[in-house]
């Protein structure tokens, strides 16, 4: 394939799998849109001076660029584990770590192939290996492809991917989402890595995590969205799901499919992760249109929560300590500092107690009143701010953002994030 056709071809591809328009990306690279519109239609070719400007707009290298692989890449290098389900669940890694399949069936791979992939039902199917493989406290990579289910419903934790959860003392990772977002959750080791949604139902995802020792980096159809701090405590007695974790909580059993499942003991690199991805001559797909139902799924407010009361200022610390020494509640978060509490029981909803009366010191007098939401509160403050809203500053609780808002009409109430 000669150069301008190659050239012309990724650009377009990698402008649509990173989201932009021939606007944006013109007005990255300093051109008209008329001339990212004849790149594209192999009309004319970028001048070589920009080649590197546009690997850094795609975030890839050059090579990838070109639609090059890294044909000297060891991708065997430090496996410890290799699902690759043709036919059967066995490691062909080396280790002889093979999995028992529970329920799942065989259906059509990525690519189209019968009986290369293994299909959840999302009610009691899945995979297990036992005893999983080893994992390296030191460095660590997980590959996998999935597509999430029609029936997939995005609300809380569920759709567990890949987990090694036991519950109690033996608790990994589990791969999995909270709300429209896939999340690699450590069990209240927060922060951590996760891709914001949406999440599209049918369509074929690359996920990998790789941990250098101290960063854990969750990469999406070879893309870097996040990066954390953090620690990996191996347990190697745990087993290995695949499709759902340890417990029988019906919400994290995966509908949809799973392919292509690695485990590393070292970091791959991101060109790595990037090979994995386009392995065997994967073209990247468009990413779809939000249909109507994943549409409402993207709502700003998602819903009123909890047990909500006004307690006054005086006494909002009293209030709190009788329900917690009376009724076995658990400051969640806030006190009396904050003006407000949030108290948790074991199971059912938390009782969050607000302040009221005449407090010059506190700028902001919050509401009973909370919603949940899914944006990013920052952005949501400033948008609110310029619609005339009044706000508060974004405040941290550890588990949780909160932003008090007094609408133009004189109401109050609180949106929180939780984090993930």
């Excluded at 239609?41 to 546009?54: A, E, I, K, R, Y």
């Excluded at 028992?100 to 009986?115: H, K, Q, W």
């Excluded at 006190?335 to 010191?361: E, Q, R, V």
Aim: aromatic residues 12%; negative net charge; contains cysteine.
């Amino acid at each position: 394939m000669d150069y301008s056709k190659n050239i012309s071809e990724r650009i377009g591809k990698l402008r649509k799998q990173n989201g932009m328009t021939q606007e944006q990306l013109a007005q990255r690279m300093g051109v008209t849109y008329q001339a990212v519109s004849k790149w594209e239609n192999g009309l004319s070719c970028p001048d070589v001076s920009l080649l590197p400007q546009l690997s850094d707009a795609f975030k890839v290298s050059l090579d990838e660029l070109f639609g090059r692989s890294l044909r000297n890449a060891d991708l065997r290098k430090g496996l410890i584990a290799e699902y690759l389900f043709q036919g059967d669940a066995k490691d062909s890694s080396g280790q002889d770590r093979h999995a028992s399949v529970i329920g799942a069936t065989l259906c059509e791979d990525r690519f189209g192939r019968p009986n290369n992939a293994y299909a959840f039902d999302g009610k009691d199917d899945y995979i297990v290996a036992q005893p999983a493989p080893l994992l390296n406290e030191e460095g660590f990579s997980l590959s996998v492809w999935c597509s999430f289910g029609s029936g997939t419903k995005f609300e809380g934790w569920h759709s567990a991917i890949v987990s090694q959860d036991g519950h109690h003392a033996r608790r990994v990772f589990q791969l999995s989402t909270l709300d429209a977002s896939i999340t690699f959750h450590r069990f209240m080791s927060y922060p951590e890595p996760y891709a914001e949604g949406p999440i599209h139902r049918n369509y074929w995802y690359h996920l990998a995590v790789t941990y250098d020792g101290s960063h854990f980096r969750l990469f999406r159809n070879g893309q870097l969205v996040s990066e954390e701090q953090g620690r990996l405590k191996p347990e190697g007695e745990e087993p290995l799901y695949i499709g759902r974790k340890s417990t029988d909580e019906p919400y994290f059993f995966f509908q949809g499919k799973i392919d292509d499942l690695r485990m590393y003991d070292r970091p791959l690199t991101p060109d790595e992760v990037n090979e994995l991805f386009l392995e065997n001559g994967w073209e990247p797909l468009e990413t779809p249109e939000l249909l109507d139902d994943e549409l409402q799924e993207q709502r700003v407010l998602e819903y009123l929560e909890d047990i909500q009361m006004i307690i006054h200022c005086d006494r909002i610390h009293e209030a709190a300590e009788w329900y917690m020494s009376n009724f076995g509640f658990k400051r969640h978060a806030g006190g009396p500092d904050d003006h407000f509490y949030i108290l948790s029981l074991y199971k059912g909803p938390d009782l969050i107690m607000s302040a009221s009366g005449d407090d010059n010191n506190y700028a902001w007098q919050v509401s009973p009143v909370f919603y949940r939401t899914k944006m990013d509160l920052e952005k949501l403050k400033h948008r609110l701010d310029s619609a005339g809203a009044a706000t508060g500053p974004v405040r941290d609780e550890g588990f949780a953002y909160f932003l008090d808002v007094t609408d133009p009409f004189g109401n109050a109430l609180i949106l929180s994030k939780h984090k993930r």
